[in-house]
């Protein structure tokens, strides 16, 4: 597509249950990068693959966060046993970083709409 | 580490006046910096960026962002504000790496 595409773009979950995002991000984007966004606040760094590498995962608040992204495609960010705390906008972003040479921190990152989370 | 603050969260300001939107930031080593902007019910978007070279940084719609490594300082502003700049405004960071520090934002609301 044109652009990158999260799905759903709302999502009503009871704590306790599991969730899963999904992320389409811009055909060829070799970078994907997931963010969470609290309300009131900018978007805060959870992960980042490079293709279907997972090369930095630091910024996962909890191991009930689990992100994956087989084909170097679609990724899914999975939110186990949902809190409270985990209510924010998901936000994922990707980027051509890896074609011509550029890093991931000069280049233009295109971002979807966010996915919604509230749990109740 | 570094640490992006966005000194207003919010600011009004009438049609055709001009805005400044600051933003400092924090860090031992060179960085790039962005501004993003987010229009209500769409993804952010870049807006502008520093890399290197020329401090003064402009976009296609009128803003421009002056890099000042004395200050740690990245404000953005516009001399003549239209009411579709209406939108929240994120500063960024980053030294090369994955990550990318956002700022709090500030929303720009352009009262008629």
């Known amino acids: 597509g044109a652009g990158v595409s999260q799905s759903p773009r709302y999502k009503v979950a009871k704590r306790g249950q599991d969730v899963a995002l999904r992320c389409d991000p811009i055909s060829g984007h070799v970078s994907l990068f997931w963010y969470q966004q609290a309300l009131g606040q900018g978007p805060e760094f959870l992960t980042y693959f490079q293709n279907e590498a997972q090369l930095d995962k630091s910024g996962l608040p909890s191991d009930r966060f689990f992100a994956e992204r087989p084909e170097g495609s679609v990724s899914t960010l999975k939110i186990q046993r949902t809190q409270q705390e985990d209510s924010a906008v998901y936000l994922c972003?990707?980027?051509?970083f890896g074609v011509g040479g550029q890093g991931p921190g000069d280049t233009e990152a295109f971002f979807g709409q966010g996915t919604r989370l509230t749990v109740v | 580490a570094q640490s992006v603050t966005q000194l207003d969260s919010q600011v009004p300001v009438f049609e055709e006046a001009p805005v400044e939107l600051r933003c400092n930031y924090s860090s031992s080593v060179s960085v790039y910096l962005f501004w993003y902007v987010q229009y209500p019910n769409q993804g952010l978007q870049l807006l502008l960026k520093y890399l290197s070279g020329s401090t003064l940084v402009e976009s296609i719609n009128g803003f421009e962002a002056e890099f000042n490594k004395s200050q740690t300082s990245f404000h953005l502003r516009k001399p003549s504000v239209h009411i579709s700049d209406t939108a929240e405004y994120f500063c960024a960071v980053n030294t090369g790496g994955f990550k990318t520090i956002f700022g709090a934002g500030t929303r720009l609301f352009v009262k008629a």
């Open positions: 972003a990707s980027s051509s």
